[in-house]
């Protein structure tokens, strides 16, 4: 339950340690290393840590929900430290994907084991190349924005900062927005057009751009074209310095990652849709609009992303900042959880169903996406 926020003067001195509960993310990186350098059994522990160790650990234990006072609030987004665990990450994955490529072709791995590391490659696209990049990719500063576009690179996912920012904040929840789920729709189904839709409205975005500013679709400042130059050269060095299997097992690393995004897309938004206003636009987007969790594990893991209501509330506010709501609609379980179920669609309807008919009876504002 979301509790007051009222002023306070002072703060407890250990207050300052809270930056170290996001520190949970580095156990991946971790582990991926121990992957990648030894081999065997290791090559898995990535993937079992994420989807098993965790979604189990969020089953029996949600953690404590506390809302920060606005004092604690202005202390946190004023604090360096939670910027520097996203800034470290940047090197970080660039790192790991230098040491996948080493492993693959260096190493003589069985094919249990090449699997382990792709899939080990792609959970770290996902969760890092992305989801950091995510966060990032909504600052004001210019560098911090590059450095989201440097982790998108490693994930081949480049576009994803101008549809994300310019086309889902501004469409979420209706039919128009391709990154929110339709109710009934499967994740299997998402995954394309969420895909192939996503892709196609970065380029007209940026074509709208350009022709506001009096410039041809394909002028040298498309930043679609910069994306797929980026994205291009980065698969020719991986050819040059490493070889074909190697951009074969990258590529797959870098689908994994992109799939999981989707996954959590789907989660995200399923079945919800804004009602139009009496002028036949749609309102704006409120709290009720994105499902939540507030399960302590995937919350560190992804900083703060299943608070994802807040988030589209004020897309600029810094993930350390992002409030539990009681109006935002939860989920039974964590993300993590949520997307290994969703790929059960019969299962996950019987989860999801029923209560995204109670939201729709408790909000007038919320209809069914059917």
């Not at 260096?106 to 084991?113: G, K, Y």
């Not at 609609?329 to 029923?354: A, E, K």
Request: include cysteine; hydrophobic fraction near 45%.
């Amino acid at each position: 339950m979301t509790m007051p926020r009222t002023e306070e003067t002072t703060l407890p001195w250990h207050f300052r340690l809270r930056a170290l509960r996001y520190a949970v993310t580095f156990v991946i990186p971790m582990l991926a290393i121990a992957a990648f350098k030894w081999n065997g059994m290791w090559t898995w522990a990535v993937p079992f840590y994420a989807f098993i160790i965790t979604p189990i650990l969020e089953l029996l234990w949600q953690g404590r929900v506390k809302s920060l006072t606005l004092a604690e609030e202005r202390a946190v987004l004023k604090d360096p430290v939670y910027d520097l665990l996203l800034y470290v990450i940047v090197p970080m994955q660039w790192g790991l994907l230098v040491l996948f490529l080493l492993t693959v072709s260096r190493e003589v791995l069985t094919a249990m084991e090449l699997s382990g590391c792709i899939a080990t490659m792609g959970i770290l696209c996902g969760i890092y190349g992305i989801n950091v990049a995510h966060e990032l990719g909504h600052r004001t500063k210019r560098w911090e924005r590059a450095m989201a576009r440097g982790l998108l690179l490693s994930s081949l996912y480049m576009h994803f900062i101008i549809e994300h920012n310019q086309g889902h904040h501004r469409r979420v929840a209706t039919p128009d927005d391709p990154a929110s789920a339709r109710y009934g729709e499967t994740v299997y189904g998402f995954w394309f057009r969420s895909i192939v839709f996503s892709w196609l409205s970065a380029w007209r975005i940026e074509a709208e751009r350009l022709r506001k500013a009096r410039k041809g679709p394909f002028d040298r400042r498309n930043e679609m074209i910069h994306a797929m130059t980026w994205q291009a050269g980065l698969l020719v060095s991986i050819v040059l310095l490493f070889g074909w299997p190697e951009l074969a097992a990258f590529s797959v690393a870098a689908l994994i990652g992109v799939l999981m995004l989707e996954t959590v897309n789907y989660i995200e938004h399923y079945g919800l849709r804004r009602k139009r206003t009496g002028t036949g636009v749609y309102g704006r987007v409120q709290h009720i609009h994105s499902w939540n969790s507030d399960h302590f594990m995937g919350r560190s893991m992804l900083f703060e992303l299943t608070r994802h209501s807040d988030h589209h509330w004020k897309a600029s506010k810094k993930y350390q900042g992002l409030q539990s709501t009681d109006d935002a609609p939860q989920l039974p379980t964590g993300y993590p959880g949520m997307m290994i179920l969703s790929l059960v669609p019969p299962l996950f309807f019987r989860v999801v169903h029923p209560r995204l008919e109670l939201l729709a009876a408790k909000h007038e504002e919320l209809e069914l996406a059917a």
